[in-house]
């Protein structure tokens, strides 16, 4: 739009647009997100082209001291962003020529709105990925504290939900440490590609103005300038990269809340939640529900959404840009927010349970968990080969089901009937602690192996 009210292009299309697209094709009230970046690259690309000589400097300088009024205005909440102006880049050019009239006009000479909503966009999403990544570090600081304090919690580890082996609970949350760790290196991945500058493809074939490309990257803080004029408006390569990197964390998260469900669950109670983050319910009185687990578990849902949105936009588009592509700030800033609030929300999860130590070393005493250790020990003492150590073991734990005993209750003389060339020390391999700490190999759960992670986590 212009100062008359009418588009840009008003002058080659005669009417008006219809009503039910006008507001459809309107994008303003999601980009407007991306104000501060638009009028970054707008102020680096006008001194592009003043030191370029496409412009004068008397010009340049109107048009920065406009943008910055434009900013200042928006910061200070005194901008109506109004959808008839399209997008934010639109209604930030016609602001422009309202504030210092028709040198205005000089500000899009050597650009078009493909590429500069790519640098807008891309400019967004390098200091979204850092805002990100920081939170991370938050999460993985509050699961350090828990693991501190938690180096001799005995919990049984678990497969298929059954008792599997005994772990420490310290290792069982620094899992959580390696998978935020792996997404925060997914997130530092997306800079290489993000750090390549789209300013100067134009509209799609690049311009016949003798722009400096090496300037503007330099001063909006990418590496390079992209390659292919064509391929770099119509590419979206690094929006599903951030919507794969967000889906992948979710889902880890998704998976954290849904384990602490259960373990906040009556039937396991292996830990509770503390009131602050707990709900209550509208008719049973005893009532308190795991609502912000929930929220974390069902999250994943939009953000696999996004991602899905995205490719399939993406799926059979010719080259170069269509309107099919707008879509993706909206899908972005979704993803975004959802994770943000998720990240916020385990956070304070974190914060606000206590680990039921009583009720894991109970659970960690059933199941026969220490059969592994016992086959081991043939292995180790007797010279069996597994395969022969893993069936004797098996019938101690038959003989145990049968008489309903655990394997720490066997004496030496039920043990010698089923196995005779056993002697008493077999006796500690059902101790918990000693089966914990004999998974010494590099990543076990030993508490030695968990406190020099713990050290190196600390470091890193
Ligand atoms: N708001 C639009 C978008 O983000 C701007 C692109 C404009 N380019 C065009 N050729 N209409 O997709």
């Given at each position: 739009?212009?100062?008359?009210?009418?588009?840009?292009?008003?002058?080659?299309?005669?009417?008006?647009?219809?009503?039910?697209?006008?507001?459809?094709?309107?994008?303003?009230?999601?980009?407007?997100?991306?104000?501060?970046?638009?009028?970054?690259?707008?102020?680096?690309?006008?001194?592009?082209?003043?030191?370029?000589?496409?412009?004068?400097?008397?010009?340049?300088?109107?048009?920065?001291?406009?943008?910055?009024?434009?900013?200042?205005?928006?910061?200070?909440?005194?901008?109506?962003?109004?959808?008839?102006?399209?997008?934010?880049?639109?209604?930030?050019?016609?602001?422009?020529?309202?504030?210092?009239?028709?040198?205005?006009?000089?500000?899009?000479?050597?650009?078009?709105?493909?590429?500069?909503?790519?640098?807008?966009?891309?400019?967004?999403?390098?200091?979204?990925?850092?805002?990100?990544?920081?939170?991370?570090?938050?999460?993985?600081?509050?699961?350090?504290?828990?693991?501190?304090?938690?180096?001799?919690?005995?919990?049984?580890?678990?497969?298929?939900?059954?008792?599997?082996?005994?772990?420490?609970?310290?290792?069982?949350?620094?899992?959580?440490?390696?998978?935020?760790?792996?997404?925060?290196?997914?997130?530092?991945?997306?800079?290489?590609?993000?750090?390549?500058?789209?300013?100067?493809?134009?509209?799609?074939?690049?311009?016949?103005?003798?722009?400096?490309?090496?300037?503007?990257?330099?001063?909006?803080?990418?590496?390079?300038?992209?390659?292919?004029?064509?391929?770099?408006?119509?590419?979206?390569?690094?929006?599903?990269?951030?919507?794969?990197?967000?889906?992948?964390?979710?889902?880890?998260?998704?998976?954290?809340?849904e384990e602490f469900i259960i373990w906040n669950s009556d039937a396991f109670r292996l830990i509770t939640l503390n009131d602050k983050i707990v709900t209550g319910s509208s008719i049973m009185p005893q009532k308190k529900n795991p609502d912000p687990l929930e929220y974390l578990r069902g999250k994943v849902g939009s953000s696999y959404g996004n991602l899905f949105s995205m490719l399939t936009i993406l799926k059979g588009l010719p080259l170069s840009y269509f309107k099919d592509l707008q879509d993706d700030k909206k899908i972005v800033f979704e993803a975004y927010d959802n994770l943000i609030d998720s990240l916020k929300v385990l956070n304070e999860v974190l914060k606000n349970f206590t680990v039921n130590r009583n009720e894991m070393l109970n659970l960690a005493n059933k199941g026969y968990i220490t059969s592994t250790d016992l086959a081991d020990y043939f292995v180790k003492n007797l010279n069996y080969s597994f395969r022969k150590s893993y069936q004797i073991s098996a019938k101690i734990v038959n003989y145990c089901e049968k008489n309903k005993k655990n394997l720490s209750d066997l004496s030496l003389k039920e043990i010698k009937k089923i196995e005779p060339k056993v002697n008493d020390d077999i006796i500690k391999v059902f101790d918990l602690k000693s089966s914990i700490n004999s998974k010494k190999s590099y990543g076990g759960t030993s508490f030695e192996n968990i406190k020099k992670m713990i050290k190196k986590y600390k470091n890193a």
């Open positions: 739009m212009n100062k008359k009210n009418t588009p840009v292009w008003g002058t080659r299309i005669k009417k008006k647009t219809t009503t039910a697209f006008e507001k459809i094709s309107s994008s303003i009230n999601i980009d407007k997100r991306l104000y501060k970046e638009d009028i970054f690259a707008s102020i680096a690309h006008v001194e592009m082209l003043n030191r370029q000589k496409i412009i004068n400097f008397k010009i340049k300088n109107k048009i920065i001291w406009g943008l910055k009024k434009i900013q200042n205005q928006i910061v200070k909440k005194n901008y109506v962003f109004d959808y008839k102006d399209e997008d934010i880049h639109m209604s930030i050019e016609k602001k422009l020529f309202e504030l210092i009239g028709d040198d205005a006009g000089f500000i899009h000479t050597a650009r078009s709105r493909n590429d500069q909503v790519l640098v807008d966009f891309k400019l967004w999403l390098l200091k979204s990925n850092e805002q990100l990544i920081k939170i991370l570090d938050q999460t993985n600081k509050n699961i350090l504290k828990i693991a501190e304090k938690n180096i001799y919690t005995i919990m049984p580890g678990f497969t298929h939900l059954k008792n599997a082996q005994p772990i420490s609970f310290a290792h069982y949350i620094l899992a959580y440490i390696e998978m935020f760790n792996r997404d925060k290196k997914r997130l530092n991945n997306n800079f290489s590609n993000l750090k390549e500058n789209p300013l100067g493809s134009g509209a799609i074939s690049g311009t016949s103005f003798n722009i400096d490309r090496s300037y503007t990257t330099k001063k909006l803080g990418f590496k390079i300038p992209t390659g292919n004029s064509i391929d770099t408006v119509s590419d979206r390569d690094f929006v599903l990269d951030f919507l794969f990197a967000s889906a992948v964390c979710a889902m880890h998260i998704s998976r954290l809340a």
